[in-house]
């Protein structure tokens, strides 16, 4: 759980095309747009996710994000949108039984290199 979550980005509109197809499945879409930052809000219209330009600090280092889905069905969803997206796909939607059994995940590379992981725990 978290309060919210912000990454700089160094192209925000790639990572916005990458995070509404990734996190639209979940029911999650931009709820703010300033321009050049974006908040991203579930159902209850509270923005938890935000994404900015990259303007401060030095190299930006690999960040790991995980966001529940409901699902293995959402899972797959996500998955098939990436492709279509083109986006980079580290590991496909599997079982992990090393973590708890009916962990089932898909993870990806988003356009600043993060890995990012949508994940059914059913």
């Not at 030095?58 to 083109?86: C, K, M, S, W, Y």
Request: charged residues 20%; negative net charge; hydrophobic residues 40%.
């Amino acid at each position: 759980m978290f309060d919210h979550v912000s990454l700089q980005c160094d192209d925000l509109a790639a990572s916005r095309r990458f995070y509404e197809t990734v996190l639209g499945p979940l029911g999650i879409s931009v709820s703010l747009d300033f321009g050049d930052v974006l908040g991203l809000a579930g159902a209850d219209g509270v923005p938890k996710f935000w994404l900015g330009g990259h303007n401060t600090g030095g190299a930006q280092r690999e960040i790991h994000l995980a966001f529940t889905a409901p699902n293995r069905g959402t899972v797959d969803t996500v998955h098939r949108a990436v492709g279509e997206l083109g986006a980079e796909v580290l590991h496909e939607p599997k079982e992990w039984p090393e973590y708890h059994p009916g962990y089932y995940a898909v993870f990806l590379r988003d356009p600043d290199g993060n890995n990012v992981e949508v994940v059914s725990h059913s």
